[in-house]
């Protein structure tokens, strides 16, 4: 009884955490009515390794951590998307990333475009990015020991993950959501992403079910 108690008390935690760390703004209805395909970005990456690594291997890990949330985030919505639980459909990321390079867009340069352009030449309604800072090659896999000392210590802070949507014809940030990165998020870049985006999924704005909740909160 003890432990379902305790259970209890951390899975209510992590869902009040995730709603505190949403954003959604006020116009989100306007500003998506017409949102009917979305493209998922490689995440930019920032890492901060405990040892010392070449530059131009340092820059290579960047790049795969940013593709390997990409690839996690497709395989999340499409999971999602047999039991029509969105509203919008989501271009597939080989297709995206095709598009991209025959504009010479680059994991290194896409930084230097705006959501607008990168929604024309995409041909898509709005933008998910985001950016992720690590200390680990969360791609890899976290250490899975269970240790009390570590959340004490704070070893076991892994860094941060902020996932946003933005609309592609006014360039506005729509919807965003940031969590930190740590034991109990997840022992892989795939298992993060799906833990993180269910504790967030009724607060996701193209939910049906948060639409339905919505829709009678209306009335």
Avoid: C
């Avoid at 131009?56 to 999971?79: I, M, P, W």
């Avoid at 990015?129 to 892994?158: A, R, W």
Wanted: proline share 2%; glycine share 6%; no cysteine.
């Amino acid at each position: 009884m003890k432990k379902l108690f305790v259970l209890m008390l951390l899975m209510s935690g992590y869902l009040v955490s995730a709603q505190k760390n949403i954003y959604e703004h006020k116009n989100f209805d306007r500003l998506s009515q017409d949102h009917k395909v979305l493209a998922i970005l490689p995440f930019l990456t920032n890492l901060d390794l405990k040892h010392d690594i070449p530059k131009d291997e340092l820059e290579r890990l960047k790049e795969k951590e940013g593709y390997t949330v990409q690839n996690a985030l497709e395989t999340y919505f499409s999971k999602r998307k047999t039991k029509k639980k969105f509203s919008v459909e989501f271009q597939n990321t080989k297709n995206t990333n095709a598009m991209l390079a025959q504009h010479n867009i680059t994991y290194e340069n896409i930084d230097i475009y705006t959501t607008k352009q990168l929604s024309e030449i995409l041909q898509v309604d709005g933008i998910i990015s985001g950016s992720i800072d690590l200390n680990i090659l969360l791609s890899k896999g976290v250490p899975t020991e269970f240790n009390f000392m570590d959340y004490f210590m704070g070893d076991s802070y892994y860094g941060r993950i902020g996932i946003k949507i933005s609309d592609g014809q006014s360039g506005k940030l729509l919807w965003k959501y940031e969590k930190k990165i740590d034991k109990k998020t997840g022992k892989n870049t795939f298992d993060l992403i799906d833990k993180m985006m269910k504790l967030a999924a009724r607060k996701f704005p193209y939910d049906r079910e948060k639409k339905k909740d919505k829709d009678k909160n209306k009335d």
